[in-house]
């Protein structure tokens, strides 16, 4: 009777073990699916960002040549050049903070994960005393049950 009750405490065990990793596992997917939402669509501002700045950069180019014909003029007296060059400055400015907060979804998650791994050890920890105290029940009752078959010999 013994074996049958280790192996009933392993197979719950067992069956503790793989719900929990079942569960983690499920957390896990749903975070890392959150990440790639949120950087993909800030990615996607980024590229949007890209596309304004390369605009602007073709429409700086076409004011610069233009003033490049004779009689040729100062690149900077011409107050769309300055506009344009301080627009495409926001622009780069406006990626660099997209970018940043690229970075901060993706450490929050490795945060998130690390908790998540942190709390499933605790959880891993609680099963393995239950499972400890589950068989040493089951012990205790089978001391018990053959202490009453010996008393019944007597």
Request: proline share 1%; aromatic share 4%.
């Amino acid at each position: 009777m013994a074996f049958w009750t280790r192996v009933r405490g392993e197979l719950k065990k067992a069956a503790q073990e793989g719900w929990e990793a079942v569960k983690g596992g499920t957390k896990a997917a749903t975070n890392k699916g959150e990440e790639l939402a949120k950087t993909g669509k800030l990615r996607y501002k980024v590229r949007a960002k890209h596309k304004e700045a390369e605009k602007l950069f073709a429409e700086l180019g076409g004011v610069v040549y233009e003033m490049s014909t004779p009689p040729a003029e100062d690149i900077f007296s011409k107050s769309e050049v300055e506009r344009l060059i301080d627009t495409i400055k926001a622009v780069e400015d406006e990626i660099a903070v997209i970018e940043e907060e690229i970075e901060a979804v993706k450490v929050s998650h490795v945060v998130d994960d690390t908790a998540d791994e942190e709390g499933k050890d605790d959880s891993d920890e609680g099963a393995d005393e239950s499972a400890d105290e589950d068989a040493k029940d089951d012990d205790d009752s089978e001391e018990s049950d053959k202490e009453d078959s010996d008393d019944k010999d007597k």
